[in-house]
């Protein structure tokens, strides 16, 4: 009987740490539907401040922002059915409110696993739990400004060399910028999570060398699944930083251990 208290107790924290994950989540999602950001110029500077206004609100400025950035200058953006424009805005209300939430994400679920976990797996979670939102952060934009634009510019070069008029649904445009933006996000991970796999004690400095063969070929199979074409070009925006998120990790983590290493023999008593 304990044990499925037990179990029914961790399932009900469970509940009450997602719930204030939705909950965070949910009011931003709201606030980005509900709010347009009016911007003012004061000192030189540009701030920007909410109104009420749902009809233009922040998620149909992000929308035209990505428009005016993203698509290609030949391509035009359309919807074709009602509605389709708002089950965008909505999209990137919900991405928005998942990247605004993370810090209260990873303050829930690192509290939640905390007591399953070691001392040094402890520390290891603690040690990497800012540098995930930066890295994380850090990916979007990364695909936002890089990756995204030469995509959809190599993608629809084939109707423009075609002679024809491309014409893009709003919520496939969505979809698809979200789908990278998510993905690039989640990747840029890969380096902390060595990190802490190593710090924990999971494995050890030497295996991700020893196994950085298999790691390139995943990581290849990764961006040729993820890619939406059968070129074998646009899949290396996807696979090489990943590759090199997985090289610069890799490095880190043996600069680290030799580091440690030094610090031990410097603290050891020279024998006469």
Known sequence: ???????????????????????????????????????????????????PDPLHNIAAQITNHMKTTLVPADVELIQTAPGQAFYAQVYIAALAGIVASMPIIVRELTSFIKPALSESEVNAVRSIALPAIALFVGGLIFSYVVVIPFML?????????AGLVTFLNVV??????????????????LPLIMY???????????????????????????????????SGVTMWFIAGP????YVVGMIILERREHKIQRLKSQSEPTRD
């Open 1 to 51: 009987m304990s044990e499925f208290q037990g179990i029914y107790a961790h399932l009900a924290e469970l509940r009450s740490r997602f719930t204030k994950i939705l909950i965070a989540a949910g009011i931003i999602i709201v606030f980005i539907l509900t709010f347009r950001a009016e911007q003012i110029v004061l000192n030189g500077m540009t701030l920007y401040y909410p109104i």
């Open 172 to 189: 496939d445009f969505v979809t698809f910028v979200l789908q990278f933006l998510l993905a690039f996000g989640i990747a840029f991970q």
């Open 196 to 230: 802490a796999a190593t710090v924990s004690g999971l494995t050890d400095v030497k295996f991700w060398r020893r196994n950085v063969r298999y790691a390139i070929v995943a990581l290849v199979v990764i961006g040729a699944a993820v890619t939406p074409d059968g």
């Open 242 to 245: 990943m590759i090199g998120l």
């Open 153 to 161: 510019n190599f993608l629809y070069q084939y109707g423009e060399s």
